[in-house]
């Protein structure tokens, strides 16, 4: 299995439209540019989670995983140091029929729906969201 990782720049001045362009130049450059359009929008929508509900500092990173030929990775994750959440009560919330007439809460919806899976850890300086795109973990089919 071949693993390539890398924090990606963020600060207060980084704004998210440069955090999307250093994934896609890194993509670029792992050979892994069909994740660019779903990665762009998962980094955007747990970036700006972390930004408007999290506590700085907040950190970007991603991780590629080619574990079998066309059994390819690509994991995201948005840390800040906020407290941690819990993924079961966000998800019963989109069960629930008020869901759709709020104006907010659908970045997690979204990420739902591109990533083949996602979720939060609690870590000793906040919490980690994450989420995974491509091939799940296993040998191929």
Known sequence: MKRDSRRLRHDRAATAEAVRDD???LLARWRAAEFADDA???VSELLSNALRHGRPP???A???RRRYPGRTALRIEV???GPSFDTTLVRARWRHPSFTLEESGRGLFLVDALASRWGDEP???GHTVWAVLG???GPPP
């Open 23 to 25: 994934l896609r130049d």
């Open 40 to 42: 762009t929008v998962v």
């Open 58 to 60: 907040v950190r970007v």
């Open 62 to 64: 991603c991780a590629l």
């Open 79 to 81: 840390a800040d140091a």
């Open 123 to 125: 870590t000793r300086h």
């Open 135 to 137: 091939a799940p973990d």
